[in-house]
């Protein structure tokens, strides 16, 4: 069984700065890759930013040069800080996790949300 524990969220004013933490447990066997997307009301899921077990990143543009996606390997843990949030960061931020688990194939699993607003 798997695990993934989200924390970070919040309200913060236009301008601030929030850190998003994952963290995944139980049997585990490889991570291939980690990242955040986010789901804001009426619209798709999307990704936000990725990072890879080799530690290659991606961000979507929108976030390029605020946001910043970062691993702990053994912690099994991945961080999103924001900075420079804008009301269009305004959504739900899912953690997810791409991996390998005891006796099971690779596959996503994904956190149970937290929510982000940023206010004007």
């Known amino acids: 069984q798997v695990q993934l524990v989200e924390s970070g969220g919040g309200l913060v004013q236009a301008g601030g700065s929030l850190r998003l933490s994952c963290a995944a447990s139980?049997?585990?066997?490889?991570?291939?890759?980690m990242g955040w997307y986010r789901q804001a009301p009426g619209k798709q899921r999307e990704l936000v930013a990725q990072?890879?077990?080799?530690?290659?990143?991606n961000y979507v543009d929108s976030v390029k040069g605020r946001f910043t996606i970062s691993r702990d390997s053994a912690k099994n843990t991945v961080y999103l800080q924001m900075a420079g949030l804008k009301p269009d960061d305004t959504a739900v931020y899912y953690c997810?996790?791409?991996?390998?688990?005891?006796?099971?194939?690779?596959?996503?699993?994904w956190g149970q949300g937290t929510q982000v607003t940023v206010s004007s």
């Open positions: 997810n996790v791409r991996m390998s688990v005891i006796g099971i194939d690779v596959r996503d699993y």
């Open positions: 990072i890879t077990s080799g530690g290659m990143t």
């Open positions: 139980g049997s585990i066997f490889s991570i291939k890759a």
